[in-house]
Every structure is written in structure tokens, then in C-alpha cells.
């Protein structure tokens, strides 16, 4: 059993985002033979990749990601194991149920889909999704961070419907508790059945963000 897994997508050009977002541009800007270093220069948005949302993300008056303290992004985690479900089906409490009852206080929790393996397909747009009340009972049972392999805890528009309105109710939730969002990890196989795992999920210190890229880590310990 690996003590340290690595949650976290590569951030390669041209990797996936949310619709609308801006693309994901890697490249070099100095090389060692010509400059004496090598220097990449990075083109991307603050919710590229594996990342994290603050409060401020959906809402001006909220706390932005500097202002959140730093136990948010750190800490044991509750893994909530609903692989299975199929395309767009609602994450419901009834679903979450064994998870909720381990949280606390200031909990983090793993919410493991298993959508990372549509990772780069049009498929992922069309994950699972946590229902308002979900996002509800996990606030209430003491959730602050929820960390999915998927796009999004709210439904993603799908080609054809990308100007419709879904308000992002869980996003609202979680983040109106003073919560932290974490999207697009990957391999959280590896920690379904795990008794005690403590997660990582520092971002970028960018003052004033709405979020910001992490290198997502689990440790079993």
C-alpha cells in the first residue's frame, strides 16, 4: 500500500477545462543551451487542472482564497465511495449516508466517483452531481472541504445546452459555510476502503483569488 498517492491531473496544454474557461497553455519561454536555464512559461486559469475554489468564486462578499484559514486545505478525510452511478445521475444523501456518519467538525471529505477515467473525453462533462440537499447534509454533519474527481459538484452544461442557468446550488452551500471546493482529482481508487487518510490540498498563494491549481496529496497513514 503506497503511503503517499497522488491525486493531482498534469498540467499539460491543451488539457481539459470547464466550458468557458480559458485553455491551458504550456510552454518554454527560456531553454538552458540558449539562456543558461529552463523556464516554462504557463497560460491558464485559476480553476485549471486539479484546484480549489474559494467562497469567492460565486460570490463577491464571500472570502476569497487568502482570507480562508489554512486547516481548510489539510486534515484527515472521509472518503464517500459512490463509483457507479451513471452519467449525469444526482449524488443524493441517502448516497452519502455511510460517509456522513464519520464526519466532524471541520471535516474533509473524498468524494470518489470514479469520473477521473473520462478524464479528456466529452464523457466528462457528464458526471454525477451533488443535490442541494446533499450539499446540505454535508455542511450540516460538519463538512467544509469536498474534494471530487470530477469536473464539478454541480451539474456541467453539455454541448448544446452551455448557456443554460444552473445557479451552482451545492457550490452555494458548500461555499456559503465558509467551505472549500476542490475539483479534478484523479486516482481516488486508491483510497476507497482506506480506514484513515489524511489529504493535501494547498493552492497557490494568488492574493485575492478565487481559487487557485493545488497538488492534491493523500497520505495513508
Known amino acids: 500500500m ?22 491551458v497553455e504550456v510552454s518554454p519561454a527560456l531553454r538552458a543551451p540558449r539562456d543558461g536555464v529552463n523556464v516554462l512559461q504557463l497560460h ?4 485549471s487542472g486539479t484546484h480549489v475554489d474559494a467562497p469567492y468564486h460565486v460570490d ?16 484527515h478525510a472521509v472518503v464517500a465511495d459512490v463509483r457507479g452511478l451513471s452519467a449525469r ?8 449516508a455511510p460517509a456522513l456518519r464519520q464526519l466532524k467538525s471541520g471535516s474533509l471529505v473524498l468524494l470518489a466517483t470514479g469520473w477521473s477515467a473520462y478524464w479528456g473525453t466529452d464523457h466528462y462533462l457528464a458526471h454525477p452531481w ?12 460538519g463538512a467544509r472541504t469536498v ?25 452555494r452551500v458548500l461555499c456559503g459555510a ?26 497557490l498563494r494568488l492574493p485575492g483569488a478565487d481559487g487557485a ?9
Open 60 to 75: 463577491d462578499a464571500w472570502p476569497r482564497l487568502d482570507e480562508l484559514p489554512l486547516e481548510r486545505f489539510a486534515g
Open 147 to 171: 474534494a471530487v474527481d470530477a469536473l464539478s459538484v454541480d451539474p456541467t452544461p453539455q454541448p448544446g445546452d452551455a448557456t443554460a442557468d444552473f445557479g451552482l446550488p451545492a457550490h
Open 178 to 203: 465558509g467551505g472549500v471546493i476542490a475539483e479534478n482529482l484523479t486516482g481516488l481508487d486508491q483510497v476507497v476502503g482506506l480506514s484513515d487518510v489524511e489529504l493535501f490540498l494547498f493552492p
Open 44 to 47: 491558464m486559469g485559476s480553476q
Open 213 to 221: 491549481p493545488v497538488r492534491a496529496v493523500a497520505r495513508a497513514v
Open 2 to 23: 503506497p503511503g503517499w498517492i497522488d491525486l493531482s491531473v498534469p498540467v499539460v496544454t491543451g488539457m481539459p477545462v470547464y466550458p468557458g474557461d480559458p485553455a
Open 130 to 141: 451533488l443535490t442541494l440537499e446533499a450539499a446540505e447534509a454535508l455542511v450540516a454533519a
Open 89 to 96: 445521475a444526482p449524488i443524493t444523501p441517502e448516497l452519502l
